[in-house]
């Protein structure tokens, strides 16, 4: 299949890092659920590791759903795949029962902030007890005064790879650079939301301003 990660010389990493989790925590023929799928590339990563899952993904996009039914066929059942916008979590009605591992890749700055925090309180609700809930994503940058720390990572990821991710002149110009379509959530954000879940919440891996969290629903939630 097609690799949608080679302009992002550091994403391999921390999706191997994500869908390793899955794959060690994951119950023998457990579900899981990817919220964003794309064209299948995490599922297909996680196939190589764990074909016993039963894998569901979610997109937008119905030709992307077409693609991802090829790519996926690594898992030992059919894969279920269902078109809804996430940003409207009642879309997710006919994704029922609990999962094992639910994540999203790579999706969450397309979403404005409140429904990224709606989008996480229905993965805490369809999380198995002692399933994991992970986002992959993008965090924004907030303060003026350490943004030349973020473009020293983005020039050392550009000089250690011979590719790179994104920059910025100033930080005024990556403001500037933020639209409708990428409106990435400051790490506090996540905490909270997850928090508000009824979920805790653990930093796995943070490279320049790409995160991986994993959470879990509160022993002590109601």
Partial sequence: MQDPIARHPTRAE?????????????????????????????????????????????????DSLAEARANLIGFSSPPELVAADLSDPEQLASVDGRFDAIWSALTFHDLEHPAK????????????????????DRVRVTQAETFPLQQAIWKR????????????????AYVEDLDRTNRPAP?????????DAGM????????GNIMLIGGARRTDAA
């Fill in 117 to 136: 925090q709606a989008l996480i309180g229905w993965m805490a609700q369809q999380v198995s007890d002692d399933g994991f809930v992970y986002v992959y």
């Fill in 157 to 172: 990821i550009e000089t250690v790879h011979g590719a790179g991710m994104r920059t910025a002149d100033s930080y005024a």
């Fill in 187 to 195: 790490l506090a954000n996540y905490f909270e939301w997850f928090a």
């Fill in 14 to 62: 921390q999706l191997d890092i994500l869908v390793s989790a899955i794959a060690d925590t994951s119950p023998a023929t457990g579900r899981v659920l990817d919220l964003g799928c794309g064209t299948g590339y995490a599922g297909h990563l996680l196939a190589e590791k764990r074909p016993d899952l039963r894998f569901t993904g979610v997109d937008l996009s119905a």
């Fill in 200 to 207: 805790t919440a653990q930093l796995l891996h943070l490279h």
